[in-house]
């Protein structure tokens, strides 16, 4: 949430000082930026998943990264493992 507070009012600070906007358009813009950061984490979510051959775990941003966490299958006997990935955006 936090996050989501500090994209809106960069956002709104971008759009007050490029052109006068309303409130509204402000908002909408930064929920914009908040869906293309989601979609980023996502396909580096999906192909991290795919590259480790398991299955994702969860995905959250975090600083300017994508944090991803996928569960790998252990050969023969042994145990599956989490495998944590921060990738940049």
Request: glycine share 10%.
């Amino acid at each position: 949430m936090a996050a989501f507070m500090n994209i809106t009012g960069l956002a709104l600070a971008l759009a007050v000082a490029v052109q006068p906007v309303t409130s509204g358009e402000a908002f909408a813009a930064g929920e914009q930026m908040v869906a293309q950061r989601a979609v980023d984490c996502r396909a580096a979510a999906m192909r991290v998943a795919a590259e480790e051959g398991g299955q994702l775990l969860s995905v959250r941003e975090s600083g300017g990264e994508c944090v991803i966490v996928v569960l790998v299958q252990g050969s023969g006997n042994e145990r599956p493992r989490k495998v944590t990935r921060r990738v940049s955006q």
